[in-house]
């Protein structure tokens, strides 16, 4: 019996979704739960599970290519011998039918070449060896003959259990030989998996002038990922449709780093580092609930006014999985100690930078911070993650000659940007926000509490 593997509809907003890589191959034996591939949606990188046992008999939407949700993307067979049905050789009990002999006798050459197919498929040269894909992957990895093998399985079939079996008795028996008897003249070879691998350059695509882009023969053209085009749609969504302002403030960072300096060495016995994006994110949390009108969302023809507060942290994605950037949410923040502040926003960036987050990593969040302080950025201005209506830029914490009592001073600074939505957020309350935050980091025994 065949199981179709379609594309799942993995958000509310999926239409489409691009397989980014296949974790099994065609004979491979999966269970329920186990992993198929990793599909890139618009919104986010997530798992395609299979929902059954069986054997992958075929792949059908390879790597890299957009499909619609629905669309079968692989065959289950629940069968192992029904997937591997076209790939064995008839055994003797069983003779395949042969072809009609020709009228002319084949010359030497076509004997030679019917022969040496016959080898190929049986294995040194056996026409009736009957083996199953799963287990024909496996003896080629362990370096098992399959010729040498009794198989256990139906009419003689060698099967997984039976190359697992030769190759756990070849590896006690290399055990048993001892140094001294390899061959003195053996010389190691290279296994082909270790050689490098070329990767052909994107050929570049020349465009006419006349106001379009001119590309060189050096130029690189790389297609982006459905995610970096709707990372590109809503940016420019956001900026098309929301009013921007910016109101910037500096901070007096010195008790804010001399807290973060005596909790880190309190907490090191207990394996805890907290960061000063957390300290912020925690700050910012607090200044929210204490500003209800700054958190709000647009909503056409109406204002809504959040109970919660949903912190968005921004998190820039790898070079190596197409960059961009990504805003996992930290729920209630305003009710979270700082370590579960911490802990959630390390384990979330770690999960979007290595196999991609959910959609419900990533849904709720009523403010937005992007901190850049780690490049050594001063200050910078965000762009809106709607359907927020603010933003904090956050920059570098830096030692600056500061003033302090009438006399010039070395002290901890920091500036951060706010970006506002006109439509919802005023100059006033986004001061009062600002000052409140200012506040709560300048004095920061109340965000532990």
């Known amino acids: 019996m065949s199981i179709e593997i379609t594309m799942p509809r993995l958000s509310d907003t999926m239409e489409r979704g691009t397989i980014i890589k296949w974790h099994v191959a065609e004979g491979d034996e999966v269970t329920a739960g186990d992993v198929l591939a990793d599909v890139e949606t618009d919104k986010a990188t997530m798992e395609m599970q299979s929902f059954d046992d069986g054997v992958v008999a075929g792949i059908k939407v390879p790597e890299g290519q957009a499909v619609d949700v629905g669309t079968v993307c692989a065959i289950l067979s629940e069968d192992d011998d029904a997937a591997a049905g076209d790939q064995t050789q008839p055994t003797a009990a069983e003779p395949a039918q042969p072809a009609p002999a020709p009228e002319t006798t084949p010359s030497h050459v076509e004997v030679i070449e019917a022969a040496a197919v016959r080898t190929s498929a049986g294995g040194s040269g056996r026409p009736d060896l009957r083996i199953t894909p799963v287990a024909r992957r496996l003896a080629e990895a ?145 200044a929210m ?91 910078f201005t965000a762009i809106i993650n709607p359907p927020n209506s603010a933003i904090l830029a956050v920059g570098a914490t830096l030692q600056k000659p500061v003033v302090r009592d009438g006399e010039l001073a070395v002290g901890w600074v920091m500036k951060a940007t706010l970006s506002n939505d006109h439509r919802v957020v005023d100059g006033a309350t986004a001061a009062r926000w600002l000052n409140t935050l200012k506040e709560l980091i300048e004095h920061p025994s109340a965000i532990l509490v």
Not at 234 to 262: C, G, N, T, W
Not at 270 to 278: G, H, I, P
Not at 315 to 327: C, F, Q, S
């Open 142 to 286: 362990h370096g098992v003959d399959p010729a040498t093998l009794q198989g256990t399985g139906p009419s003689g079939r060698i099967t997984k259990k039976d190359v697992l079996a030769a190759a756990e008795t070849t590896q006690e028996v290399a055990a048993a030989v001892p140094p001294s008897a390899a061959p003195a003249d053996a010389v190691p070879v290279e296994s082909p998996a270790l050689a490098p691998i070329e990767q052909p350059g994107v050929p570049s695509t020349p465009v006419s002038a006349g106001g379009q882009l001119a590309l060189h023969d050096d130029d690189r053209r790389e297609p982006v990922s459905g995610m970096r085009q709707t990372i590109a749609r809503r940016l420019v969504q956001s900026k098309q449709e929301i009013p921007h302002y910016q109101v910037a403030m500096s901070f007096d960072m010195d008790a804010l780093v001399e807290l973060r300096s005596r909790l880190n060495s309190e907490l090191a016995e207990y394996e805890v580092k907290l960061s000063m994006n957390d300290l912020i994110v925690r700050a910012c949390a607090l």
């Open 289 to 379: 609930a204490r500003n209800p009108l700054m958190n709000a969302s647009w909503d056409t023809d109406a204002i809504v006014y959040h109970n919660r507060v949903h912190m968005g942290v921004a998190v820039a994605l790898p070079e190596e999985r197409g960059g961009g950037l990504v805003v996992p949410v930290i729920h209630d923040a305003d009710r979270r100690s700082l370590r579960s502040i911490s802990a959630q926003t390390r384990a979330l960036a770690a999960k979007a930078r290595d196999r991609g987050l959910s959609p419900e990593d990533m849904e709720g969040a009523t403010f937005t911070v992007s901190n850049l302080g780690m490049f050594g950025v001063d200050d």
